[in-house]
């Protein structure tokens, strides 16, 4: 089958698929999603695609086999998702509700990020920078204002001495690994 003969199968079968999948799915982006695979593996497999009416129909046949496969692959996710909320409820560590979190939490997404990297992760400034593609001297740089963010924030919310809650561990030089 040929590229016109395809965009021929397409055009005369794009809606009544969409509507197939529409009513099928629970979401129209999982329709959508359908009808771009069913459309893919035809493409892939156009020499095996019947001729005139009869395309539609094995092209139903695909589309109901990608719902299958939609389907299947939704419950494992669930149940993986299942699993570790279930693993995560036993170890994770109880939410930090002192003054110093709250604070935390308040904070711009990148001045939480780059102070995570370093007090939780332990990283150095070489390796946040390789984490989030920069160079070290900006990572020195957005730390030092990130810091400055977070001590200015402490200070409005009345936190002049606050206690360190988590441990970070050791950071390890660029020395120490040669």
Same mark, same amino acid.
């Given at each position: 089958m040929g590229e016109d003969e395809f965009a021929e199968v397409?055009?005369?079968?794009?809606?009544?698929?969409?509507?197939?999948?529409l009513r099928r799915c629970d979401s129209p982006e999982d329709a959508a999603d359908v009808v771009a695979e069913t459309f893919a593996i035809a493409w892939r497999r156009a020499a095996e695609m019947p001729a005139? *009416?009869? #395309? =539609?129909?094995? +092209?139903? *046949?695909? #589309? =109901?086999?990608? +719902?299958?496969?939609?389907? =299947?692959?939704?419950r494992r996710h669930g149940l993986r998702t299942a699993a570790l909320v279930a693993e995560l409820s036993v170890s994770a560590p109880t939410r930090d509700d002192s003054a110093v979190a709250e604070v935390f939490r308040r904070l711009p997404d990148r001045d939480r990020e780059l102070l995570a990297l370093v007090a939780w992760e332990g990283l150095s400034h070489t390796e946040i920078a390789t984490v989030l593609g920069c160079s070290a001297n900006a990572v020195s740089v957005r730390l030092h204002r990130a810091r400055g963010r977070f001590a200015r924030a402490l200070r409005s919310a009345g936190v002049v001495r606050p206690q360190v809650a988590v441990q970070a561990r050791p950071v390890l030089q660029e020395s120490d690994l040669t």
């Open positions: 397409y055009a005369a079968t794009y809606k009544p698929l969409l509507g197939y999948a005139g *009416g009869e #395309a =539609r129909l094995w +092209l139903y *046949g695909v #589309a =109901r086999r990608v +719902l299958a496969n939609q389907r =299947r692959g939704a």
